[in-house]
């Protein structure tokens, strides 16, 4: 394996370690007040607990042109599931007669009668003195009562009547499904069928033409029903039709739409009724989240692009008009904020401060045992820390990728060992930039404890005591040993089995259990340092090798906090 292979073979490996979670951490150095660690105590009376903490967001006024277009309709996931025909059954008392069914009748007294009729084409069974009864549309629940009726009309006493569904017709029939579908054409089913099972069938609503808040139900040209799906999303409200051959379902076109975003629960294109409504009639339908402070509304006024933001409660009051698009947005900080520990404590992991705490507040509620804890090694993770580091990282390795894509050759020769370079370098690139930091902050040193203020999801780590001392790198046998007071850095690099041929032995690094990182070659090592060896540079082997390991150093020393 040629040396510069060797090199970055090396070099990756180093990466790697680093990037591991435990390790994989940006850090910045504070310099604040110290207040002594030992200070802290175990009262919690004056924390909140939150167990779920509203998201903020820096928002501003919606891109209707783009977001709002790829929103679904209210409703459209209506049809991803399936409607079963269900076989027609007597015993439903909803279930209506129609033509076909049979009617069980008994009659005892002044007249009899022990028979099975049949409804007719007509709709009609037929009773002897009595004459003809509509049965067609007729609920199961209400037949015997409508025949006792029909009965007591001809025969005032002396008469009594059973009367009951006997068996239920599973007839189909064919229904017309037109409009503003997906499949429009002639489907079959049965006659209680409903009208999303017909519509299911036609492949449902076309979302981008067709209307969710009207669909008509036509006979001939009498409209038996119609039907707005927001009804049966909301409140499972559906009207029961009985269908019959050649009826047709008609969904008309599509009607005005407002665009809904951002802080809500429903963040679909809603459909209203009607040239405008108001901002109260579109949060019954976007149920907002209660943290929501204000909205942005953006369309068309006057053929004018139009935009505002307001509050809350002055968009209850506010017009919206077709084309509109709204975001709901948390515009305002909460007065608490979520903070976390981590490491060796006792209590709850997860707490609830005011706004524009500092951390000598949080640690003067909390929990720990002295003799597991390192109370004079506490350190801080941050989000804020961790990005910027983050987006430090990923520009040197662009900066890197540039030069090695840009680099001249002089010959033929040197262009082929400079793209074999270039191969492995950007290898090396794509496996940094996989590098996950953790935004460490140290905040400790020599048992003081920085008092800095404290942001939103901080995590507060308090790391256990240790007696051990890893040794990690370029040496010969990696590994953790029991820390010796009168050891030095060169008497843990031979427990290690000394250094490998590759190790860069005037620049070792040695990181404190407070993520403080220390360079050098005459260092001193505490209990619960790790020391890590980086490998040594040859730069005649090749034109990119220092760059490459200078950003090594840079994101092993932005993973780590070098001083305080």
């Not at 006997?166 to 429009?184: I, N, R, Y």
């Amino acid at each position: 394996m040629s040396y510069f292979k060797k090199i970055l073979l090396a070099l990756s490996l180093g990466l790697l370690y680093i990037a591991t979670p435990i390790y994989a951490e940006e850090q910045t150095a504070v310099t604040n007040t110290p207040v002594d660690s030992s200070t802290l105590k175990t009262n919690s009376s004056d924390l909140l607990t939150a167990e779920e903490k509203p998201q903020i967001f820096d928002e501003g006024l919606p891109r209707a042109s783009r977001s709002g277009q790829n929103l679904q309709p209210f409703g459209a996931n209506l049809f991803a599931g399936n409607y079963v025909s269900r076989r027609a059954n007597a015993l439903d008392p909803n279930y209506q007669v129609i033509a076909g069914d049979k009617i069980s009748l008994r009659m005892w007294g002044e007249a009899t009668a022990n028979e099975v009729m049949t409804v007719d084409a007509n709709g009609n069974v037929f009773i002897p003195d009595v004459g003809e009864i509509h049965m067609v549309g007729t609920r199961a629940s209400e037949v015997s009562n409508k025949i006792k009726a029909a009965v007591g009309k001809v025969y005032k006493d002396g008469v009594d009547v059973y009367a009951n569904l006997l068996t239920a017709s599973s007839k189909e029939v064919t229904v017309f499904v037109t409009g503003s579908v997906l499949k429009p054409g002639q489907y079959t089913g049965l006659p209680d069928d409903s009208v999303l099972a017909f519509l299911h069938q036609a492949g449902g609503v076309d979302p981008k033409r067709g209307s969710y808040r009207q669909v008509l139900v036509k006979r001939g040209q009498q409209r038996i029903a119609s039907v707005d799906l927001y009804d049966f999303v909301n409140n499972g409200s559906l009207p029961r039709t009985l269908f019959r051959d050649g009826d047709t379902i008609v969904v008309r076109p599509q009607g005005s739409m407002i665009s809904v975003e951002g802080d809500t629960r429903n963040n679909y294109r809603f459909e209203f009724l009607g040239n405008s409504i108001n901002g109260a009639q579109l949060v019954k339908y976007a149920r907002p989240d209660s943290s929501v402070t204000n909205i942005a509304v953006s369309g068309t006024r006057d053929g004018l692009p139009n935009s505002s933001y307001i509050s809350y409660e002055q968009f209850l009051r506010t017009r919206l008009y077709d084309g509109d698009s709204v975001r709901f947005v948390t515009d305002a900080p909460t007065p608490v904020m979520d903070i976390s520990l981590e490491g060796s404590h006792l209590g709850n992991s997860y707490l609830a401060i005011k706004r524009g705490s500092r951390l000598q507040e949080v640690l003067d509620y909390v929990s720990v045992d002295p003799n597991e804890a390192d109370i004079g090694n506490i350190y801080i993770k941050r989000k804020s820390v961790a990005i910027e580091q983050k987006k430090n990282i990923d520009e040197a390795l662009r900066r890197l990728e540039r030069s090695v894509l840009t680099a001249p050759a002089s010959s033929d020769g040197e262009a082929a060992i400079r793209a074999k370079e270039a191969e492995l370098i950007l290898k090396f690139v794509e496996r940094a930039s996989t590098v996950r930091p953790e935004g460490k902050i140290v905040v400790s040193d020599r048992g003081k404890v920085a008092n800095i203020r404290m942001e939103d999801g901080d995590i507060i780590v308090i790391p256990a005591k240790s007696d051990v001392v890893m040794i990690s790198g370029e040496v010969q046998v990696p590994q953790s040993v029991v820390y010796a007071p009168n050891a030095t850095l060169k008497d843990y690099i031979a427990q290690a089995g000394g250094y490998t041929e590759r190790a860069n032995e005037d620049s070792l690094m040695v990181v404190k259990p407070n993520g403080k990182v220390i360079m050098g070659s005459n260092l001193q090592v505490a209990a619960g340092d790790q020391i890590m060896v980086y490998p040594r540079l040859d730069t005649k082997d090749m034109q990119f090798t220092k760059d490459l390991v200078q950003i090594v150093y840079q994101i092993a020393v932005a993973a780590k906090a070098v001083g305080l």
